[in-house]
C-alpha cells in the first residue's frame, strides 16, 4: 500500500509558527498535496510539491524530500481560523493513478 | 457564483434502498470525482472520471455507480444501501487529472438507519 501518516491533533498558540509532518511510502509516488478542511466543510487546496525543496505561499510553506518520503506543512503567524484539520494525499502511479489521503491533522489553534 | 455544487446536502434513508447524488461543476473542468469520507474523517477516492476514462477504485462496492450525462456532472447512484454506507460524500473537480488541485463540492450527508 501507499501509506500516509501524520499526527492526528496538534495544538498551537495564536500568532506562533506551527510544523504538520507527512511521511509516506515512495514506491511509485508522483507528488504530495496538502488540503485545509474546516469542520463540517468541504477540503480547500493548499499546495503541490512533486519537486524536492520548500514552496512558500504567503503564510502558509510546503516541503519535500522524495528521497526520505517526507514532507511538512509549515504555518507562520497563526490566526484562530487556521483551526482546521490538514490533510496530506499522495499521488501514485501518474495521471490515472490514485491519490492516497492521510486521516488528517486536526490544529487547534489557542489565544 | 458556486464552482462545484452538490445535492441534497443531507440524505437519509432505509437500508435496502437506492438513492442517487447529483453533482455539478462550471469550471470547464475535464475531470469529476467522488470520495467518501467516514466517521474518522478519512477521505477515500471512489471514482475519477473523464469523457474517455472511468477509474474506479477496487474497493467500491459495484452497488456504487457513477453516471455522467455530460461534462460538467457526475452523479452518483448507489443501491441497496447498507449502515456502513453512512458517510459524507464529496465531489470534486480538476481541470485535467490527478496533477491538478481539486475543487470540492460542500458534501452530502448521507445516513442510512
Known amino acids: 500500500g501507499q501509506n500516509i501518516d501524520q499526527p492526528t491533533e496538534m495544538t498551537a498558540t495564536e500568532g506562533a509558527i506551527v510544523q504538520i509532518n507527512c511521511t509516506y511510502q515512495?514506491?511509485?509516488?508522483?507528488?504530495l498535496f496538502w488540503y485545509q478542511q474546516h469542520a463540517g466543510e468541504a477540503p480547500t487546496f493548499l499546495s503541490y510539491n512533486v519537486l524536492d525543496g520548500l514552496e512558500e505561499k504567503g503564510r502558509f510553506s510546503s516541503f519535500l524530500s522524495r528521497s526520505k518520503g517526507y514532507s511538512y506543512l509549515l504555518l507562520k503567524e497563526l490566526q484562530m481560523k487556521d483551526s482546521a484539520s490538514y490533510l496530506c494525499?499522495?499521488?501514485?502511479?501518474?495521471?490515472?493513478?490514485?491519490?492516497?489521503f492521510g486521516k488528517g491533522t486536526k490544529l487547534s489553534v489557542k489565544p | 457564483d458556486t464552482a462545484v455544487s452538490q445535492t441534497p446536502k443531507y440524505l437519509v434513508t432505509q437500508m435496502g434502498n437506492d438513492k442517487s447524488i447529483k453533482c455539478e461543476q462550471n469550471?470547464?473542468?475535464?475531470?469529476m470525482y467522488w470520495y467518501k469520507q467516514d466517521s474518522k474523517k478519512f477521505l477515500k477516492i471512489m471514482f475519477s472520471y473523464n469523457n474517455k476514462e472511468l477509474i474506479i477504485n477496487e474497493t467500491v462496492p459495484n452497488r456504487f455507480s457513477p453516471k455522467s450525462p455530460d461534462k460538467a456532472h457526475l452523479n452518483l447512484h448507489i443501491n441497496s444501501l447498507e449502515l456502513g454506507d453512512s458517510a459524507v460524500y464529496f465531489c470534486?473537480?480538476?481541470?485535467?487529472?490527478?496533477?491538478?488541485?481539486?475543487?470540492f463540492g460542500p458534501g452530502t450527508r448521507l445516513t442510512v438507519l
Open positions: 515512495t514506491s511509485g509516488f508522483n507528488g
Open positions: 470534486a473537480s480538476s481541470q485535467t487529472d490527478l496533477y491538478n488541485e481539486q475543487f
Open positions: 469550471l470547464g473542468h475535464d475531470t
Open positions: 494525499a499522495g499521488l501514485y502511479g501518474g495521471s490515472q493513478g490514485n491519490l492516497i
